[in-house]
């Protein structure tokens, strides 16, 4: 008699921790759903740029960011045989990125974007850095279209959204 109880009472009990466990993810990924009237701060690569009836959207990979002591501590974790060959990150960052998902995010139409460096002539002898140049959304839009001279895809940017919108670009230089 007590054996048959053990049969029934493993599979109820598996399934109460089972339910426990995807109440609370569901509870904490809607709870982040519904929050958008915060400010939020992401770093990315954006993979795309899409204009289509008036709104831009902005589609990236999200990474982390990493600078100083921070980024060597990291880099010490992840790649022990390397960190101790050379000290630390030899330019003072360090990424991560460990997911392959793209995300889709409105761009506000005035958002503001601030860039490092960028092709201006289309001439590689004269691509340079201009710190914190600030461009309009457009110019952004079609600068990043460019990719003979200077892939800006391959730049890290800093967004900022506030209320569900991309307020701020900002790209981060990588020597």
């Known amino acids: 008699m007590l054996k048959n109880k053990n049969v029934y009472l493993f599979p109820v009990l598996v399934l109460l921790f089972l339910s ?3 109440t609370a993810s569901t509870t904490m990924k809607t ?11 992401l770093t990315v690569y954006i993979h795309a740029l899409e ?14 960011w990493y600078e100083g002591a921070a980024a060597d501590a990291v880099f010490a974790e992840r790649e022990p045989e390397a960190a101790a060959e050379i000290g630390g990150v030899p330019d003072g960052y360090y990424i991560v990125n460990d997911s392959d998902s793209l995300t889709a995010y409105p761009v506000a139409p005035d ?3 601030t860039m490092q460096i960028y092709d201006h002539t289309g001439n590689i002898e004269e691509l ?3 710190w914190n140049e600030a461009l309009t959304l457009q110019q952004f ?7 003979n001279v200077f892939d800006l895809s391959q730049s890290p940017y800093h967004l ?3 209320n569900g919108q ?3 670009i900002v790209q981060q230089y990588t020597p």
Do not use: W
Not at 35 to 41: A, G, K, N
Not at 51 to 64: H, M, P, R, V
């Open 111 to 113: 958002a503001k974007v």
């Open 31 to 41: 709870a982040e759903a519904q929050s958008s009237d915060h400010i939020q701060h």
């Open 141 to 147: 839009i079609h600068e990043f279209a460019k990719t």
């Open 160 to 162: 900022t959204i506030e």
């Open 128 to 130: 340079d850095i201009n």
């Open 51 to 64: 204009t289509l009836k008036g709104q831009t959207t902005l589609t990236g990979d999200e990474i982390t």
């Open 20 to 22: 426990l466990v995807t």
């Open 166 to 168: 991309i307020v701020s």
